[in-house]
Every structure is written in structure tokens, then in C-alpha cells.
């Protein structure tokens, strides 16, 4: 079964405008991690923001935040202000752990276009 | 070092050969992750490990494929055999005690012709 859903394979985004890019997961967990990631046409897998399961506020960073809804499994990252440099693949993932397993798990992802 | 150190940046094989891939973390990172990436797709998860052992291999695809990691610093991805579906990016990361984010090699594209 999947575990991490990105449900948008492609998106367009005028510059300097907000985008949302969504995530879902499916875990028994009750601990776990959500991490996204950048990576650009270079290949360069590129850290934006986590969010921890028990964590009460949605994550930001600069310009991306983190809309973390626990209770419909949704981690979804907001870009505000677009810039052409966004424009790269982007890859919802999430941290298990258990007693027996350890493991990051990523999602299909979806490109992100920004256009002038 | 300063970033995670992958080796070789390109491998062009024939089909039945065999393939090592290096992977040099972080000084001081306790856990090392390997992944692989096919064109367009999201990178997936094959093998994990914390100091010297695998803390978890469940997506190695096959006996073909073998990670070693003697010291608990650099680990090998090895590969026998090899497969025309085994072409990919082969993606390594690590991360530290008690941190969260893996940082990223910049991969090891391997092509079996």
C-alpha cells in the first residue's frame, strides 16, 4: 500500500503568488516524521522542512510552511511568493520507527513550474 | 567531510557485471541511508544503518543487492549481476544523534547496458 500520497504529478504557479503542494501518508504510528524535499533538474535532493508528529505548531522555514493537519494525515508545504528557482521537484516523506524497522519513505513527488 | 561524498558519479556496466558503490557520509553521522531513484519517481527506500549494522534492509530488491558498512563510516552498495532494471540513481544520506534531516549525496548514476 502507499504510504505517502502525492496526488498533484505536475503544478503551475505564476511568480510571486502562494502554492500549495499536497501530501497524505498512512502510518500506525504514533510517533513519526514529515519531512519535504527539493530537487532540481541538477538532481540535488535539497532539505526544506520537517515536522514532528507530536508537534503542536505547523512548521515554517522562511518562505515554506508546513500545513500539518494529524487527524486527516495531510502534510501539506505552502510556497509564498513563488520565484522562478522554485521551480524543481518536490518530495513529501515520512520517518518510522520501531523496535524491528527504521526507515524514511518518499512519495512520487510533483514538479513544480513557476512561471514569469 | 563538509557533505556526503558518493563515488562513482557515473557507472556504465553490461548486463551480468558487477557493481560497488561508494558512499562517504558526514563525519561523525551514525546512521546511513541508501536509496534509489528511477527517472521520475520518488527516491526509494532500500537499506538503513545505524553504526556498523543494518538496522533495517527490507528494500534491498533482491539477493543481488549488498550493503556493507565495515566501520560504521563509509558503506558500499554492491550489486551482482546486474539487471537492465537495475539503471538508476543510487542516492545515499546520512544524519546525526538525534537529528532528523538526512542530507543527500549527489548520487551515483549507474547505467547497465
Known amino acids: 500500500a502507499q504510504k505517502i500520497t502525492q496526488t498533484q504529478p505536475g503544478m503551475f504557479v505564476q511568480e510571486k503568488e502562494a502554492v500549495t503542494l499536497d501530501c497524505t501518508y498512512d502510518t500506525s504510528d504514533q510517533s513519526y516524521g514529515l519531512f519535504w524535499y527539493k530537487q532540481p533538474s541538477s538532481g540535488e535532493m535539497i532539505f526544506l522542512i520537517y515536522?514532528?508528529?507530536?508537534?503542536?505548531q505547523n512548521a515554517t522555514e522562511g518562505r515554506y510552511s508546513l500545513n500539518f493537519q494529524k487527524a486527516r494525515k495531510s502534510a501539506n508545504l505552502v510556497i509564498s511568493a513563488s520565484q522562478l528557482g522554485d521551480s524543481a521537484m518536490y518530495f513529501c516523506?515520512?520517518?518510522?520507527?520501531?523496535?524491528?524497522?527504521?526507515?524514511?519513505?518518499f512519495g512520487p513527488g510533483t514538479s513544480l513550474s513557476v512561471i514569469p | 567531510g563538509a557533505g556526503v561524498s558518493q563515488t562513482p558519479s557515473n557507472k556504465v556496466t553490461e548486463k551480468g557485471k558487477y557493481v560497488e558503490l561508494r558512499c562517504d557520509p558526514i563525519s561523525g553521522h551514525t546512521a546511513l541511508y541508501w536509496y534509489r531513484q528511477s527517472l521520475g519517481q520518488g527516491p526509494e527506500f532500500l537499506i538503513y544503518f545505524q553504526g556498523t549494522g543494518a538496522a533495517d534492509d527490507s528494500g534491498l530488491p533482491n539477493d543481488r543487492f549488498f550493503a556493507v558498512r565495515p566501520e560504521g563510516s563509509v558503506s558500499t552498495l554492491k550489486i551482482q549481476r546486474t539487471e537492465r532494471g537495475d539503471s538508476a540513481v543510487y542516492l545515499c544520506?546520512?544524519?546525526?544523534?538525534?537529528?532528523?534531516?538526512?542530507?543527500f549525496g549527489a548520487g551515483s548514476r549507474l547505467t547497465v547496458l
Open positions: 516523506a515520512m520517518r518510522e520507527r520501531g523496535t524491528s524497522y527504521d526507515k524514511v519513505i
Open positions: 544520506a546520512s544524519t546525526g544523534v538525534g537529528a532528523n534531516v538526512l542530507t
Open positions: 515536522q514532528g508528529s507530536y508537534d503542536e
